[in-house]
């Protein structure tokens, strides 16, 4: 093999001297010009990855480098130097098409993965390591935000306010750790017959949701369903998985402080993004089981979810993103077939 020529720089200075670099076989190399002259062994030689055809570097271990463009003989000198092969390697895939169409898919499939399962996940493991009090900084003022901007005071009579509350009451009773839950009626034209929890352990149902179950038992459904996402802690992970560094930098270094981002965008998840399926699912299991413990026909809770879907079906001026129950229809079929 013949001398490469390359650049050399001592590492002190910045005078740049024109050298050579001669292969000794076996394991050796010299360099050699402008008052440089020594030897080396190669294994001492660390060499910049090559990527396409920029310069290349080589560094010698009293800090003195060599810079060349001679990509190929930069590989045939070192090709039996161990130091070398993960360089190669890299050089090997980034300059077949194959391999990077393939690098391309396996990104784009690693990134769907981690936003489709892994922030849920992390997400999830999170909310349930941190403590209860945790849901009350979090829900701290939502409520607060949300009267200030779509909510209004209940206008249902205090005889029915208080049948409802009773019934409410009657249910945190029934269910281990739910003596902090707590019922808020409000009155909304914009969210219509609806209710959603918060993670402070808030349920929220508006009059037009009391007013659309025709008996106890479908209310008592509605109101299972939603301290289903209390139980599992739906609006925090929700809240979470709004913001993923959040998740990250708390499972990572268990720094509750940095939820205060997500604490600001709370009221806005809360109405403006749906559960997934699978929390919707969860709750109505949660809804069923307690349902059967009641001895109430889980055809309470279908009737409703159908009037539900109707109701928002008909009501052509209600924004679609104010509903945080997708797939009403489906969720009712489901229960009539569950039980």
Sequence with gaps: MTAIETRYYDGKSSQLRKVLIFPLPPDRLHVQGEGVDFGCALADVRISSRVGNTRRHLYFADGSQCETENNDAIDEMFAAARTAAPGRLLHHWESRLGYVLFALVLTAVSLWAGVVYGIPAL??????????????????????????????????????????????????????DAADYQLELRASKLVGANAFALPSGIVVVTDAMVELA???????????????????????????????????????????????????????????????????????DFALEYLKRRGIPAEAMAEVLTRMDKQSGAAGDVPDFLSTHPATTERAQRTRVAH
Excluded: C
Aim: no cysteine; net charge neutral.
């Design 214 to 284: 025709k008996s106890d038992g479908e209310l008592i459904a509605v109101l299972a369903h939603e301290i289903g996402h209390l139980r599992q802690r739906h609006g925090l992970r929700r809240a979470l998985q709004g913001s993923a560094m959040a998740v990250v930098v708390i499972a990572v270094t268990g720094d509750v402080g940095s939820l205060v981002s997500v604490t600001a965008a709370l009221p806005a998840l809360l109405v403006e993004s749906k559960y997934s399926r699978d929390f919707e699912r969860e709750a109505d």
């Design 123 to 176: 997400a999830k493991q999170v909310a349930f390591s941190l403590p209860a009090a945790t849901d009350k900084m979090l829900g701290r003022g939502a409520l607060e935000a949300l009267d200030n901007t779509l909510l209004q005071h209940t206008r249902l009579s205090p005889t029915r306010q208080s049948e409802v509350k009773a019934l409410f009451a009657s249910m945190k009773a029934s269910i281990d």
